[in-house]
């Protein structure tokens, strides 16, 4: 029996086991900062929403250590197909979640200048936005801890839910500025907050195609259906 090369396994499935549990934490930490960002703009609670803000700094952190520690996984073994899938995985996601960070703190940003006017009727449609996006990020961090290609190909497919009450609340969101010239300015802000947790959901499905690929070697090709009805070159723009 090879020991030295026993024990080189041991100690690859040992570092996986750490930084699979590592990028996890950070998805977490990134779904709390979307949850904390709409609980600002509720409570219209503007120290709080500027917290919020540079508690991005933590994720952009972790990011960094994933990447150290993915060179020392190289490190310990001569990777093979399956270990490079583990390694490209692992790097992917977590500059993922790292924008899905980003997105949650432009949330917060949006919610101050929002907490300095009259409160407007639609803030409320953020919450369910937020709410199915949390929820598609949770799911795809549980399918690339157990390896569960099934359960990422189900957010991949469940994303169209959050592209329509995407659409539906943009839609009504221009309703309200046509009504009332007067919401114009915090309806704009709403816009570009409820596309950032829309771009939320395409990062989630992002790391689904990436988790099915780590455990399938083959690339998640089947046709999704994008309900997003208000993509053009300028609505685009909103969640950049």
């Not at 904390?36 to 972790?62: F, S, W, Y």
Request: hydrophobic share 40%.
């Amino acid at each position: 029996m090879n020991t030295g090369t026993d024990h080189i396994i041991k100690s690859y499935d040992s570092e996986l086991t750490r930084l699979t549990g590592e990028i996890v934490r950070m998805g977490e930490l990134a779904v709390t900062q979307l949850e904390a960002a709409i609980d600002v703009l509720e409570r219209r609670d503007e120290r709080a929403a500027r917290r919020v803000v540079g508690n991005d700094d933590a994720i952009d952190q972790l990011e960094q250590e994933i990447g150290h520690d993915v060179v020392r996984l190289l490190a310990l073994r001569a990777p093979m197909a399956s270990d490079l899938r583990n390694v490209y995985a692992a790097l992917r996601i977590a500059s993922d979640i790292e924008r899905i960070g980003d997105y949650a703190a432009n949330v917060a940003k949006r919610s101050i200048p929002l907490s300095m006017v009259a409160p407007v009727a639609p803030v409320g449609g953020l919450h369910q936005l937020a709410t199915l996006a949390a929820a598609e990020v949770r799911q795809v961090l549980v399918a690339y801890r157990d390896r569960d290609a099934e359960r990422a190909y189900q957010v991949w497919k469940d994303d169209v839910v959050l592209d329509e009450a995407y659409t539906g609340y943009f839609r009504q969101l221009l309703t309200y500025m046509m009504e009332d010239p007067r919401n114009i300015t915090p309806c704009t802000h709403l816009l570009f907050m409820a596309k950032n947790i829309e771009r939320i959901g395409d990062h989630a499905t992002n790391i689904a195609e990436n988790v099915w690929f780590q455990v399938t070697g083959e690339p998640l090709d089947k046709q999704r259906s994008k309900r997003d009805l208000t993509s053009s070159p300028e609505t685009t723009k909103l969640g950049e």
